[in-house]
């Protein structure tokens, strides 16, 4: 019973977090953004994840991301049953929150450099590779620091856990568009069918971060 309220509930905190990070991130529409939509873009992903995450967060664990839901499985802090029911609810999350913040604002281009993840010019897919991993792997390691190591919590998770995703955000924007969780990425492709032709990239590098982010931590 409480593995499906887990998966309810993760679907609601990753739609929540998204929508209003999708909605907020629509106001951009430059491909290559300046530093003031950058740090725009960041502020709106990194408040609403702390904010759905200080509500959900003990309730939920509020992963609201695949790879920080991997990360929680390797360390044996979810079951395996768990972790499939958690994965789908977020993924079908990110698609939720992509569509609703598509369908509720006005289209004036595109849905925006970040919203869709795509690599900026001259990035090659190696680079993204490694920039996705590296941004994704500090975002793991924080919630496994500060929410899942031995099982003790802190109320104080989310705020650092916001941050991790602000301070990515401002990393990675202007090279990858910040994808650093694959229902992130995932959703706004499948609503606007547009899949980039590197797009492994993206899934690949964040499962790679959640891996070394899990080695880190149990070191």
């Not at 650092?160 to 990393?171: E, M, R, S, T, Y």
């Not at 568009?177 to 609503?191: E, I």
Request: some cysteine; charged content about 5%.
């Amino acid at each position: 019973m409480y593995d499906y309220l887990a998966m309810v509930g993760e679907f609601i905190g990753t739609f929540l977090f998204l929508w209003l990070a999708f909605t907020g991130d629509k106001l951009s529409y430059a491909n290559v953004p300046d530093n003031t939509t950058i740090l725009f873009i960041a502020l709106s992903f990194g408040m609403a994840l702390t904010v759905t995450c200080w509500c959900f967060f003990r309730v939920t664990g509020a992963a609201f991301n695949p790879a920080v839901t991997l990360s929680l499985w390797f360390i044996g802090g979810i079951t395996t049953f768990r972790a499939i029911l958690v994965f789908f609810a977020q993924m079908i999350g990110g698609i939720a929150a992509a569509a609703i913040s598509k369908g509720l604002t006005v289209q004036r281009g595109p849905i925006g450099f970040s919203v869709v993840n795509k690599t900026a010019n001259g990035v090659s897919n190696g680079q993204a590779l490694g920039i996705e991993m590296f941004t994704t792997s500090v975002l793991v390691f924080s919630v496994l620091m500060l929410a899942a190591e031995k099982h003790r919590s802190t109320f104080l998770a989310p705020v650092c856990i916001g941050l991790a995703l602000f301070i990515g955000h401002l990393a990675s924007i202007g090279w990858t568009g910040a994808g650093m969780n694959p229902a992130r990425s995932f959703g706004p492709s499948v609503v606007n069918g547009d899949f980039p032709s590197n797009a492994w990239v993206y899934y690949l590098g964040q499962l790679l971060g959640a891996f070394l982010a899990t080695l880190i931590c149990a070191s």
